[in-house]
């Protein structure tokens, strides 16, 4: 979920751009700082959205830069368990598939791509057994997170599945949303029959 987080700190402008608006150079600071940062409280920075407050600056001896109480609001990234997110396809190995969700990548196990016998192909493809689904790269799809684990903070994992109903590739979605209506059609005509 993307969430904007207010944020207090001393940013450190230096001396190379004191000839920028004040504001500017603080931004600039700040997103050189923040920018790509991840961590479990905050999840992934992806931008400075505003900066509310700038304090008096400070030089300390020795260093050369001004240091300024600032608030600031950031735009973040965070995962969260049972999120429903689209994304597309971004790589699939043997063991499962790699789907872009915006700012990060998540897994998909073969086992949670469909409900059915999975196999995967020389060419990237997995292909259900029954069903014939197949899943490539580039393949629009929706997907709920059960999984988020930061034990390597740079490098957070994201597990998703997409065997629940009206999960999975856009065109099996369709595929189900069309045949229920099918079903309550014939339903209704068969019920104005009796």
Not at 146 to 172: C, F, H
């Amino acid at each position: 979920m993307f969430y904007k987080v207010l944020l207090k700190d001393h940013i450190r402008v230096s001396p190379d751009l004191f000839s920028e608006e004040l504001k500017n150079a603080v931004s600039i600071e700040i997103k050189k700082q923040f920018e790509g940062f991840i961590s479990k409280e905050l999840g992934i920075v992806i931008d400075v959205y505003d900066i509310a407050k700038i304090g008096e600056g400070v030089i300390i001896p020795g260093d050369g830069a001004a240091y300024y109480d600032t608030e600031f609001t950031l735009v973040t990234y965070k995962p969260e368990l049972q999120e429903i997110l689209p994304g597309a396809i971004k790589d699939i190995a043997d063991f499962g598939a790699f789907i872009s969700i915006g700012p990060i990548d998540g897994m998909i196990h073969i086992s949670q791509t469909m409900d059915d016998f999975v196999s995967f192909s020389k060419d990237k493809v997995l292909l259900g057994k029954e069903s014939k689904k197949t899943l490539k790269v580039g393949d629009k799809c929706k997907a709920r997170i059960i999984a988020v684990s930061y034990k390597d903070v740079a490098n957070p994992k994201i597990g998703l599945t997409m065997r629940q109903d009206l999960l999975g590739k856009l065109e099996w979605i369709t595929e189900t949303i069309e045949n229920k209506n099918k079903k309550k059609t014939t339903t209704t005509v068969a019920e104005k029959k009796k």
